[in-house]
């Protein structure tokens, strides 16, 4: 089975698995990125676009979010749940964004980052993406170690996808032209932020 194949597998109860009682934490964690009103978003890897309604409400109706996934089963689920003039679905992976340079004010990487194949080229394409003084922000709802451990008891084609140590991710995001690095990795939430 190939990655496409399983993430397209479970899209149906994708939510169900993995989203269970967010609500709040996802605003919460939408809210503490401060977008800007009018702001051109990038939800990469959005999967189903759980985070599709809070970043709405940020970005206002002058802004727009673009959603992007690998799996058109994802995308299939996130268009039947959210209908929105604002909202534009591109399937395509992380390492091969079909927008053109500058596009974006942010890029949000939520609960995606670990499953990109290539990490490296992902961070390319999205420093490629993001205007000067873009922003990026890679995020979970757990912590690094208690991923890691999701993934791996899962026993599943994630068991190894994992978010790099803090050295490394640092070291990626600094070659690829992100500045103002920071990293927060508690229980129960991590970000990683860059600004282009």
């Not at 000067?132 to 991923?147: D, M, P, S, V």
């Amino acid at each position: 089975m190939s990655r496409k194949e399983y993430f397209d597998s479970y899209a149906h109860k994708w939510d169900q698995i993995c989203h269970t009682d967010t609500e709040d934490k996802l605003k919460k964690l939408i809210r503490s990125l401060r977008l800007k009103k009018g702001s051109q978003v990038l939800d990469l890897g959005c999967g189903t676009g759980v985070l599709f309604p809070h970043i709405l409400k940020s970005i206002g109706d002058k802004g727009r979010l673009f959603g992007s996934d690998f799996s058109p089963k994802m995308l299939m689920e996130a268009k039947r749940k959210n209908q929105n003039k604002n909202i534009i679905l591109i399937c395509a992976p992380a390492e091969k964004l079909p927008f053109i340079p500058e596009s974006f004010d942010y890029v949000i990487a939520f609960a995606s980052f670990p499953h990109f194949e290539n990490k490296a080229k992902a961070l390319k394409e999205i420093s490629r993406v993001l205007k000067k003084g873009g922003k990026l922000f890679i995020a979970h709802l757990l912590g690094r170690k208690e991923l890691k451990e999701h993934h791996r008891l899962s026993g599943s084609l994630v068991c190894r996808d994992f978010l790099p140590s803090e050295n490394i991710l640092n070291k990626m995001l600094y070659s690829k032209g992100f500045k103002k690095i920071v990293i927060m990795d508690n229980p129960s939430l991590y970000i990683a932020y860059g600004e282009k």
